[in-house]
């Protein structure tokens, strides 16, 4: 693969990662267990191991090129808006699991999805951004 690592697809690996944080968190956290979850575990860890590997080749080649300035400008801004985001939602979840409106599995659900939710929308505002150049 002799194709250029772009700072787009630095950034959209963000939610590949969340998604196995996800995952790993459900394998975890359930309390059930049934016959095929064996398979589905192994799958994810083939999955993730395979993934990392390539993405180690990815990151060591994404290092050696020119850096985009303005990518990475963009991406301090939509860092900043994202930490504020983040802070707002463990303030509410911490709030919701104080008041036993939600157990603490299901908050750590809700932190694992916040965590999903804002690699999507720090890719979806990265790439507006970038588009318009802002």
Do not use: P
């Not at 700072?7 to 959209?12: D, Q, T």
């Amino acid at each position: 693969m002799k194709s250029k690592a772009t700072a787009k697809e630095m950034v959209g690996t963000k939610i590949v990662y969340a998604m196995l944080l996800v995952c790993y968190y459900w394998m975890w956290a359930r309390r059930d267990w049934h016959n095929y979850y064996n398979s589905i575990q192994n799958a994810i860890f083939m999955f993730s191991f395979l993934y990392f590997l390539f993405q180690a080749r990815r990151f060591y080649q994404y290092r050696k090129e020119e850096k985009d300035r303005e990518a990475i400008q963009i991406l301090h801004r939509i860092d900043a808006i994202g930490l504020k985001i983040m802070v707002a939602a463990a303030i509410a979840i911490a709030f919701a699991s104080a008041v036993a409106f939600i157990d603490g599995i299901a908050a750590g659900y809700a932190l694992v999805g916040t965590i999903l939710a804002f690699a999507i929308l720090r890719f979806v505002l990265f790439c507006a951004m970038y588009k318009k150049e802002i």
